[in-house]
C-alpha cells in the first residue's frame, strides 16, 4: 500500500526562480495539507486543499500557491524564491479531518 | 497568541526506562491533539491521537495523556529500545474545533542508549 509520494525528493534553485513541488496522496485519502519544515523546527502549516478547493491557509505569503486535481495528487508552487524558503517541504493526507494524518517523506528544497 | 512548547533539550535514557515527553499548550482548547515521530531526514509518522474527553491512550509501548485543564499532554515509551531513538513532535488543532490545521511543537529528540 504505497503511502504519501514527493517528488522530487531534492531540489536546488536560485534566487527568485519558481518552483512546483509535487503530492500523490495516500490511497483513499481526499485531503492534502502541505507543511514547511526549517531545520530543528517543527512543521509549519502552508495550506490545506479538499474537493480542489483551498479550505485552509496559515501565515504565508501570495508567493506560496497550491492546487489539488480530481485525483485528488497536489502542487504546491512558491514564486520569486528567497534564501528563506530553503527548508524541507512536507505533503500530508488523511481520509478525514480529526484523524493522523500520513506524511510523504518531503522535497528538500535549497535555494542559493 | 496560540503556542506549543515542547522540551527543546534533547532526553537521553537507558535502554529498558520509560521516556516521558511533554507538550504544554496555551491559549488553545484544543479538540485533540496528535503525538508524531520523525527520523532524521524522512517526514513525520503518526503515532497515537487523543481526544478532549480522553485522559489516557494506549498503544503497545506507548501511553498519551491529556491533561486539559494543566493543558498538558504526557508522551510515554515504556521499555525504551535504541530503535526509538527519533524526534518526537506534538501537534494540536489550531482551533477549538476540528479544521484539520495542524499546529506543531518544535520536538523533543530522545536519545535510548544501549
Known amino acids: 500500500d504505497a503511502g504519501v509520494t514527493q517528488s522530487p525528493t531534492h531540489l536546488i534553485k536560485t534566487r527568485g526562480q519558481q518552483v512546483t513541488l509535487r503530492c500523490s496522496p495516500k490511497s483513499g485519502h481526499d485531503t492534502v495539507s502541505w507543511y514547511q519544515q526549517a531545520l530543528g523546527q517543527g512543521p509549519q502549516f502552508i495550506f490545506q486543499?479538499?474537493?480542489?478547493?483551498?479550505?485552509q491557509r496559515g501565515n504565508f505569503p501570495d508567493r506560496f500557491s497550491g492546487h489539488q486535481f480530481p485525483n485528488y495528487s497536489s502542487e504546491l508552487n512558491v514564486n520569486a524564491l528567497l534564501l528563506g524558503d530553503s527548508a524541507l517541504y512536507l505533503c500530508?493526507?488523511?481520509?478525514?479531518?480529526?484523524?493522523?494524518?500520513?506524511f510523504g517523506s518531503g522535497t528538500r528544497l535549497t535555494v542559493v | 497568541s496560540q503556542k506549543i512548547e515542547q522540551n527543546s533539550e534533547a532526553l537521553n535514557i537507558q535502554e529498558g526506562k520509560t521516556a516521558t515527553l511533554t507538550c504544554n499548550y496555551t491559549?488553545?482548547?484544543?479538540?485533540?491533539l496528535q503525538w508524531y515521530r520523525q527520523d532524521p531526514g524522512r517526514g513525520p509518522v503518526f503515532l497515537l491521537l487523543?481526544?478532549?474527553?480522553?485522559k489516557e491512550k494506549r498503544k503497545e509501548r506507548l501511553k498519551v495523556t491529556f491533561d486539559t485543564t494543566l493543558k498538558q499532554s504526557l508522551f510515554h515509551i515504556t521499555a525504551s529500545q535504541p530503535a526509538d531513538s527519533a524526534t518526537y513532535l506534538c501537534?494540536?488543532?489550531?482551533?477549538?474545533?476540528?479544521?484539520?490545521?495542524?499546529?506543531f511543537g518544535q520536538g523533543t529528540t530522545l536519545q535510548v542508549k544501549p
Open positions: 491559549n488553545y482548547s484544543p479538540a485533540y
Open positions: 500530508a493526507s488523511s481520509l478525514s479531518i480529526g484523524s493522523g494524518y500520513t
Open positions: 501537534a494540536l488543532d489550531s482551533s477549538s474545533g476540528n479544521t484539520g490545521k495542524l499546529i
Open positions: 487523543i481526544r478532549e474527553n480522553e
Open positions: 486543499y479538499y474537493e480542489e478547493e483551498e479550505r
